[in-house]
């Protein structure tokens, strides 16, 4: 069967990009609803090259305001415009950004089709900042040198699915169906009462992926991503980069799976490469010493969460 | 021998780049000296893809302040900073753009390791900009939504050459030889005067760039651009959506085929295509029916001025 929640990674570059690798955009599709993390400059070329549909895009969560998650935003925002958009734009981001926004796109007199309903970032703690049919979308404090954000998305617990057979068999009607996925017993006309465990099977465990990038290593963060089955986590610098890292508020191999182990991840992405490395299989191959399922981030790549195979 | 001015088409497309077309950037080499001239979303990604040396790009010319010739810019600053630039960035720009740019640096914390000198651009009339050893630059109005500048690029006519055999034939000293190549004659030690004629050739001719987007058809534009080796000129739309060109203040294939015509230009490149053609060769067809010298604007591809071949 397939994943409920898949990741495409549009950008795995550090400030600088190269030629392969753009600057920092994930597009996650949770039951083909589609969430738009951070947005690099090119995003929307990256789009069109992974055949991603625009308009299924509703939300956008922004990390922090460094040039290289937010220069796609006022081409993406344009180009939504120029096709017509009229659905909102739900943007998550640094409080201080509504502003800067707003401002930039009024001097290059942009004036979109739809609206952007603002959620402004600002807590010190895990805040909940989406809670629909499908999932949960949690914010939570990062550590860098401007104020920065991690995203989890926590699929929410899908129904029992109900044993087909049992339809026919029990003579249910359909408009019961929907309680016993919910777990509800059956009732039936003689009143025989037909447990749910019978007619139903237990529905697949709820997904999550937890977005940590730009970050420092802290041991609270993963406290933050506890049990996570995808974690993608910067690694900027291989382990020998401590001093690195340091200044410039930002994690190495080591890092990214100190916190994997921690927080008991599933499976750990790592990327936000820095532009030295040409091949970044020696970093995937570093944090493996700490965290065997580690896998790198690669431009255009589509990940299954709970499902993810070894492009190395 | 190669051009002197070779021309790289970073980007093609209008504001809706597709997946083989991106906004507008154009990279004109003069004598190994580089010049862009607008810097749609992604030029920096088309640099590295082009392996064109950033360090090389002293002057940024940016034609008016619609996101898709400038929404890249902000990324590229950024880069030259981290690669430790040092040399002043010469910016020509619509007038009101240099507070633009500053504050929204200054809202992104970035903190440019260099200069930027910038050269407001307002007047109603062809005005130099630029005049160096070996070209000027003239910026010139164009007609479109807001405040917009074509630009262009002049070699200034090259030094004679000096015919090797000459030196020895004539005991020339080379502390002469730079008056030679302006067209003095050489005064021998005996006195004879060997004309200039005898002892260099004369050197090719000055080529020149014309770069004319975004802009709508209107008469005055040819004069500008007179006799000018390669013409760029925006062609949004085929010649049959005159409607669209006179709404958006663009120019339909003809336009630009007769703007080439009326300048008597060499040769015409035609771009910054609408997404709507997948296919732009029926638009290098209509422009050839009046101006038969017109290629295609094509992402990445070379073209030396002077000497284009057909790439369709």
Redesign the interface.
Known sequence: MQSAMKLTILGSSS?????GR??SAHVLNVHERLFLIDCG??T??QL??TKIRFAKINHIFISH????H???L??LL??FS??GRTNPIHLYAPENYDN?LR??LN????KLSFQIDFIPLSARDPVLILNDKYLTVTAFPLQH??PAFGFLFREKKPDRNIIKESIVKFNIPLVRIPAIKKGEDFIASDGVIIKNEEITMPPSEPLSYAYCSDTKYFKRLASFVKNVNLLYHEATFDKSREDLAEITGHSTTYDAAKTAVAANAHTLIIGHFSARYKDITPLVMEAREIFPETYPAIDGKNYEVGNISDPL
């Not at 305001?65 to 290289?68: A, F, I, T, V």
């Not at 001097?107 to 942009?110: L, W």
């Open positions: 400030a600088l990009p190269t030629s753009y600057p400059e090119g929307q070329m069109r090259k305001l460094h040039g290289d937010v220069f796609g006022y081409g344009s180009t120029l096709m800067i401002s930039h001097d290059f007199d942009i040198r401007v």
